[in-house]
Each structure stands twice: as C-alpha cells, then as structure tokens.
C-alpha cells in the first residue's frame, strides 16, 4: 500500500474516534483533536527532515 492511501486511512479513523468523543464531550474532543494535530505534524516534520540529516552526516 502507498504512503497516501495509509495516511487516509489514519485520518479517518482519526475522524470517527472524535466524533466519537465529541459525542460524549465536545471540549475534550477539541482538546483531543489539537494534541492529535500538534503529534502528526511533529512526525510529518521529522520524516520529512530525515533524508537532511543523512546527507549532513555523510560529509
């Protein structure tokens, strides 16, 4: 499977889990939902910055 295709399927999942909670709890799914953003960015940020650092270490 192709890098896009597992990344659609972790954000729907992602989806159904706080609409799930914010069933429950709208707050906590606003809170749940901006960790979950502020944690995939931060590992967007690290894969993409990892061929960088092979490079420079390499020199």
């Keep these: 499977m192709s890098t896009r295709v597992l990344a659609l399927a972790e954000l729907g999942f992602v989806v159904l889990v706080l609409v799930?909670?914010?069933?429950?709890?709208?707050?906590?799914?606003?809170i749940l939902g901006g960790v979950l953003g502020v944690v995939a960015?931060?590992?967007?940020?690290?894969?993409?910055?990892?061929?960088?650092r092979?490079?420079?270490?390499?020199e």
């Design 20 to 30: 799930g909670v914010a069933l429950l709890s709208v707050p906590v799914a606003l």
């Design 41 to 52: 960015v931060e590992r967007e940020s690290a894969t993409s910055a990892a061929p960088e």
């Design 54 to 58: 092979e490079g420079a270490s390499s």
